[in-house]
């Protein structure tokens, strides 16, 4: 599904969006007892406040810079992301460049990679960016909207890194810099108490799925998440032992196939917190350890897309010519809704909204942006 934003008035555009995704009767959850803790002009200052502290305590604790990002890439080079693999992206034609088709990137997970061997990165060192996309297939409620902005960045391995141990120490290191966000907060505002565990804990989906085999996949998060405050699932994307996969993943970034011990596989995986707010399991990240050659080559096979390979980003990697690295995304205005303990997403981010949900949201005292 493909669409020129060059032919399409932003009317046109908003129309084709409502009508297609039927944006009306979204889930959207009204907390009982809501209490707004910053007015806007205020959560405006807090969100700036957050979003220049985190980036520095992330770059500081995992050896990142920033470096430029793009908005969209060319078609055909393999080198957007595909997510679940399934998302379509918002794609326009190039005039200056012949009618050439350009796609509004899902996130740079592969970008990224380029840009290590690019710059030729040293292992221990890596780039973070300031990533803006738009995903047309989401659901909009309190969690979700078309707009995504998040902190996605990429580091440098060397080949004996890619392991579990090396995984879970860099999910420490952002939780610390998350609970040190918190604390700033608290210091700011003190009547934002803050709610994390001083630790995460680490769950991989085939053992949560044993725990509660009669839940589906996101009961078992609910569970988990609410047990523990804070949690890192491993291994999403390859069949558990129902023959059903925790959550989709596509099969070219993130390294879901490679054995880990005790019969589980991945090294890769999402960082959960339990919002008080809303009584749910509150996703903030999803980040791994990326493919090797022979792990890409594994899961095309897997996800029988092997045509995948002829594209360029592909053929790079699966010729060994790209470092190896371990990468993530980190939702900025997901972040800010957090520890700020707003209720809604749009509280921290300006987007567009069913008026229907606006409504219900005025009524309840969330003033969305």
Known sequence: MHFSLSRLSYLH????????FKFINMPLIIPAKYKLKLLPETTEVAIKSIKDEFQKLLGEALNLRRVTAPLFVLSGTGLND??????????????????????????????????LGAYDIAPGFGIYTDMNA???????????????????????INQEDRNLDYLKDTVKKIYQAVRACEKMVFRQFPHITPTLPEEITFIHSEDLEQEYPELTAKERETKATEKYGAIFIIGIGAPLASGEPHDGRAPDYDDWITPTGDGHCGLNGDILLWNKVLGIPFELSSMGIRVSPDSLARQLEARGCQERSKFSFHKSLLAGELPDSIGGGIGQSRLC?????????????????????????????????
């Open 13 to 20: 555009l908003l129309l084709f969006l409502l009508i297609h």
């Open 82 to 115: 595909d997510l679940n693999g399934v998302e379509p992206p918002v794609g326009f034609d190039i005039t200056a460049m012949e009618g050439r088709h350009a796609e509004v990137v899902h996130s740079l997970a592969k970008w990224k990679r380029t840009k």
């Open 134 to 156: 738009i995903r047309t297939t989401e659901e909009l409620d309190n969690l979700h909207s078309l707009y995504v902005d998040q902190w996605d960045w990429e580091k440098t």
């Open 337 to 369: 809704m957090f520890l700020l303990q707003k209720a809604h997403i749009g509280e921290v981010q300006a987007s567009i909204w069913p008026e229907q949900q606006i409504e219900a949201c005025e009524k309840a005292g969330i003033y969305l942006l």
